[in-house]
């Protein structure tokens, strides 16, 4: 398979660095810090999220293979006008991933997972960790309230 083809394939493994901070000076490697990241949802044009999230330093951290830990943050937006497919609206795509990122060499990783309520006519996301052997109860949700576009 070509890159550009699992790159189609994968949509929910992309996101775009907004920016950091550090939180924890490291004398050798990269500092600790937060992280804000933004992916569009994969089905639905218009729907945006952000996620802060920790990321590990040190040395462990430079090489890539530091656990991050699980505290994570989720805000999403509605940036555009807003068409529920059919198979989000009839609940068929509720609990689908829309977003993934391994969180440490093996086995954990930060997900985030979509939801629609239609008596309210809003999109839920939630971003939490998992791992195989035991998850995380920290979790983070947010909702996009779908309305008209200006």
């Known amino acids: 398979m070509s890159i550009s083809a699992l790159l189609l394939a994968s949509p929910c493994l992309m996101a775009e660095k907004i920016g950091s901070v550090s939180t924890k000076f490291k004398i050798l490697g990269a ?10 949802d994969p089905d639905i044009v218009g729907a945006t999220c952000y996620l802060s ?3 590990t330093g040190g040395i ?3 090489v890539g293979v530091a656990e991050d830990t699980s505290d994570a943050s989720i805000a999403c937006r509605q940036v555009g006008p807003i068409e529920l497919p059919e198979n989000v609206k009839n609940g068929q795509k509720d609990g689908k991933e829309v977003f993934k990122k391994s969180t440490s060499l093996l086995f954990k990783s930060l997900q985030v997972v979509r939801f ?9 996301y939630l971003a939490y960790s998992d791992r195989i052997i035991e998850g995380s109860p920290k979790n983070s949700i947010s909702t996009i309230p779908i309305m008209p576009w200006r």
Not at 116 to 124: G, H, Q
């Open 53 to 55: 999230r920790a990321k």
């Open 31 to 40: 500092n600790d810090k937060i992280v804000i990241e933004a992916f569009d």
């Open 60 to 62: 462990s951290g430079t």
């Open 116 to 124: 629609y309520d239609p008596k309210r006519n809003v999109l839920i």
